[in-house]
Nanobody, 116 residues
Framework: VQLQASGGGLVQAGGSLRLSCAAS????????MGWYRQAPGKQRELVAN???????NYANSVKGRFTISRDNAKNTVTLQMSSLKPEDTAVYYC???????????WGQGTQVTVSS
């Protein structure tokens, strides 16, 4: 499984960005997909994920501002980020958990920078 993330960039506080992650290869049984982020000097944290194509989970810090969605036909997962804050600045990583191989796959990371 290969994951290709895109959509990061620089935005002012209050702005929006959309991250996309496209999966290729053995994409069947990717039952859990989502995004982590890691800010400088901090541990990687789960931002949002979508399980079995419908159950969504969000970090408390992004609830009401971020929306995760998945397109099973295109094997993509998208993170729509709104009302961005400087504390959202981080490298964002998409991941996919394979239900048969029992392992996680990771994208290359995309930088999101929110200026105040």
């Amino acid at each position: 499984v290969q994951l290709q993330a895109s959509g990061g960039g620089l935005v002012q506080a209050g702005g929006s960005l959309r991250l996309s992650c496209a999966a290729s290869g053995s994409t069947l049984n990717l039952f859990n997909m989502g995004w982590y982020r890691q800010a400088p000097g901090k541990q990687r944290e789960l931002v949002a994920n979508i399980i079995s194509g419908s159950s969504q989970n969000y970090a408390n810090s992004v609830k009401g501002r971020f929306t995760i969605s998945r397109d099973n036909a295109k094997n993509t997962v998208t993170l729509q980020m709104s009302s961005l804050k400087p504390e959202d600045t981080a490298v964002y990583y998409c991941y996919a958990r394979h239900g048969v191989l029992l392992r996680d796959f990771w994208g290359q990371g995309t930088q999101v920078t929110v200026s105040s």
